[in-house]
Each structure stands twice: as C-alpha cells, then as structure tokens.
C-alpha cells in the first residue's frame, strides 16, 4: 500500500547549460535518507503517486523529469538527450540540489536502466540500489517487444500498433516510426505517437487496468513519451556495447541492492532479471509469480514499499 499522497516541499529547474531545463523536486523529511527516483519510458515523466513509494518521515526524496518530458523543457526535444546525459543530471542534482555524499537510487522499467548506468558510473555515492521490470536495453529485448514476440501475446493490440506503419516498412518498426516521430508534418508525428503509446500502454499490466490504458492519453504526453523513447532504442540507448549493463553488473556487488519482477511482464521480459540476479548475486531477487510489468501491481508493489522501508533510517 503506497503512503499518503504527498506535496514537493521545494522544487525547481536544473540548466543543463546545453538546451535544457530539467523539473526537479524534493518530498518528504529534509533530514531523511537521501534518495533519488528515476521514472520510465524514457519520456514518461513522474506522476503524483512515485513520491508516495518512500515514508515521508524517514526519507528525503528527489525526483525529477527526465530531458524533454513531464515538466522539462524543451518538450519532446531529443537534442542533447542521450543515456550520459541523463546520468550526468543525476549525478548534478545530487551535489547541487541534494548536497548527499551517497543516496539511494530507484527506478523501474527504463528507470531501472537509468540506475544502473549511474550506479555503474558513480558506485561510490549509491547507498542502496530498488529496481523493478528490469530492462538492459539490450537489441533482443527491444525487438521481443516492438518487432515480434509481444504480438504473440496481444495480436489485438497488435494490429493498431501496425496500422500507422506500410507493410513495406514493417521488417523495422523502430526506424519506420521514427520516421513518423520525427516527421516535419505535426499530425503525422501525434498519429505515430499515439499509436506507439498505446500499445504499451495496452501491454502493461498482467489484467486490462483502464487506468494504465489511458497513462498516455494526453497527446503532449504520448509525443513526449513516444519520440524519446524511440530515440533512445533507434540508438541502442547510446552504450558502448550491447549488453553493456550486465556485462558491468559486476561494479554494482558492493551495494546493498532488490530486484523486484513480474512473472508475465510482457514489456520487459524476466529473463533480463533473471540475468541481473545471476550477475549481482548479492541483491535481494523477489519474482512476483502473479504480476506483469506496472509498479503498482499488488506483488510488485508489496516488494517496492518492503524495500524501501527496509532501507529507510530507523524510526524516531
């Protein structure tokens, strides 16, 4: 069960000095753990009920909206929007907005992506690591979701998901929406974008939840959401390699960390976290045997707030 709603006691915008304003904000007790929350997509933004993961009384909690979505600006923007600029704004917010030598870092889906490039990045100032429907970001995880394995699961969903796209350019879904997303005609880009939102959308959750099917509703939101993810798997999240955050997991095994995932997550399959649990053996791994990918289903939600109690400083 999430705490109470929660309002920001202080927030503001972080200059990137390269074209960005960054929305961040800090809930909670500001002498309370530090703690940093890295939300999905990328381009989803935070929503109200990502602060009420963490007690209010014993945690001080940042979180923020990634470059280009939520409450940044430039909206929708992919210039200078790649994965080490995401990981260079955490790392800024920490020493200039948190002032925290170390915090606890939490992210789902590509929140959880997120996390572990900074904690692989900055071990020394991650005190703790949640993360939840892990995604590695690897070819085969995206093609699985957007090119053929999913529609197995959801040839309904499917079907909408393929109607924007000629079938002349379906052997590459990514590339032929990304020619849509980032078309010069505006209403070619909202058809693209609303098409390709709600197939996740449709995805989510292990039972239809009409709450989930409308999180992108809102066409700023779904250009938002759809252009920069895009961008990022149009560019293999701008790694090294492929595979690069398990073939690094090994910089993670002095941190105290839990792994939460969905049995049946379509969205980012379980093998994923099954292979961070194998390489990060010192996390806690909890496979919630009747959930799918959204953090608020009850088993992953039980074991995102058991985290973060467990982490939090003792009570008063």
Known sequence: MLYPPIEPYRHGLLDTADGHQVYWEMCG???????????GGPGSGCSPAHRQLFDPRRYNVLLFDQRGCGRSQPHASLENNTTWHLVADIERLRTEIMGAERWLVFGGSWGSTLALAYSQRHPGHVSEIVVRGIFGLRRAEIQWFYQEGASWLFPDHWEDYLAPIPPEERGDMVAAYRKRLTSTDPQEQLRAARAWSRWEDNTITLLPSPRHQQSHAADRAALAFARIENHYFVHGGFMEVDGQLLRDAHKLHGIPGTIVQGRYDACTPARTA????RAWPQARFHLIPDAGHAFDEPGILARLMEATDGYANPRD
């Open 274 to 277: 099954w292979e961070l649990h």
């Open 29 to 39: 007790n500001p002498q309370g753990k530090p703690a940093v929350f890295l939300h």
